[in-house]
């Protein structure tokens, strides 16, 4: 179920509550059911799902409201509230300051669409005026340098890696030295993702944090991987100190999900989304606005 047709469903159930000639725990019941299998169609997580019905629960209870209370717009509130809470951890990402250099470190499984996002990230920043670069950590897949110094060249950021080192963690070191005294003020390091998520990776990336000290690591996640999401977005928080995740590829058939589960997992806000292929198909993520547009 893509994202639109899940927004379309819970406000479906919001409707129908809202036309029931009276507002019991019938009707609550119904209303709140729906959006379950809604979100559970849609990949968020079992008990994500389950902990929102006990939470509007809490919420509305309806024994306690005279007849004088808007039981509707009440229900109706709650569930608009934590929709929103299951997409906010409840703390801001960090933000790179133009008067210190930032690093910031991008995670994920490959195919995620992490080499991508890299460049949309410093491409976004440029634009705000940062002086970001690139450096590509990623010795593992051939052709990842290639195509971050392609991306890079198309939007003019400096960029650094190698063809023929194959320690990522000097690279990300070399890169990270080279650019603080460019005064590059946005330094991104590229590492690689592999199929699964195996030891090495998760091995591979604790060392080139560890090195390179990160302000902040991202974690990019395909809207397509469905209920794997929780999984994988925890893994990666065990392994390293995740503290913002970008949802890549949320233009295609995507279900909407795995959104919601990975910000539960790494109790880390979403930041961006991805929307297409290109530079600048890339958009801020806020909470309100889209679940404000998610019901439409
Ligand atoms: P990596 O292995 O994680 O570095 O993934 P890549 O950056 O190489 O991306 C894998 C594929 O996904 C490439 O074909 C990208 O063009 C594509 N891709 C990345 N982000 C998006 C997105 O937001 N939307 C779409 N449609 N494709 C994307």
């Given at each position: 179920m893509v994202l639109a047709e899940l927004g379309g469903r819970i406000t479906h159930a919001i409707h129908q509550m809202r036309n029931a000639t009276i507002i019991d725990e019938k009707a609550l019941n119904e209303c709140l059911n729906e959006i379950t299998r809604a979100l559970l169609q849609s990949d968020v997580s079992f008990s994500l799902v389950k902990e929102m019905q006990t939470n509007i629960k809490k919420i509305v209870n309806l024994q306690d409201l005279s007849a004088g209370h808007n039981k509707r717009r009440i229900i109706e509130q709650a569930i608009f509230s934590e929709l929103c809470k299951m997409l906010d951890p409840g703390k801001p990402a960090f933000s790179p300051k133009k008067t210190k250099p930032s690093i910031v470190m991008f995670v994920g499984l490959q195919g995620a669409g992490k080499t991508t996002t890299c460049t949309k990230y410093a491409y976004y920043h440029q634009k705000k005026g940062y002086k970001p670069a690139l450096v590509c950590a990623d010795t593992f897949r051939a052709g990842a340098f290639d195509q971050l110094k392609q991306n890079a060249t198309k939007a003019k950021i400096p960029f650094y890696g190698s063809y023929t080192e194959s320690d990522p963690v000097k690279i990300a070191v070399e890169g990270v030295d080279r650019f603080k005294k460019e005064n590059c003020d946005l330094i991104i390091v590229d590492t690689s993702g592999r199929h699964k998520q195996e030891a090495s990776l998760f091995e591979e990336m604790r060392q080139v944090a560890e090195a390179t000290k990160p302000d902040l690591v991202i974690f990019v996640m395909d809207s397509s991987i469905g209920q794997a999401a929780f999984d994988q977005a925890q893994a990666f928080r065990q392994s390293v100190a995740v503290g913002a995740v970008i949802i890549t590829k949320m233009d295609g058939h995507a279900k909407g999900g795995g959104a919601l589960s990975a910000v539960a997992a790494?109790?880390?806000?979403?930041i961006f989304i991805g929307t297409?292929?290109?530079?600048?198909?890339f958009e801020v993520f806020d909470v309100k606005p889209f679940v404000n547009r998610l019901l439409g």
């Open positions: 790494t109790k880390s806000p979403v297409g292929e290109h530079m600048d198909q």
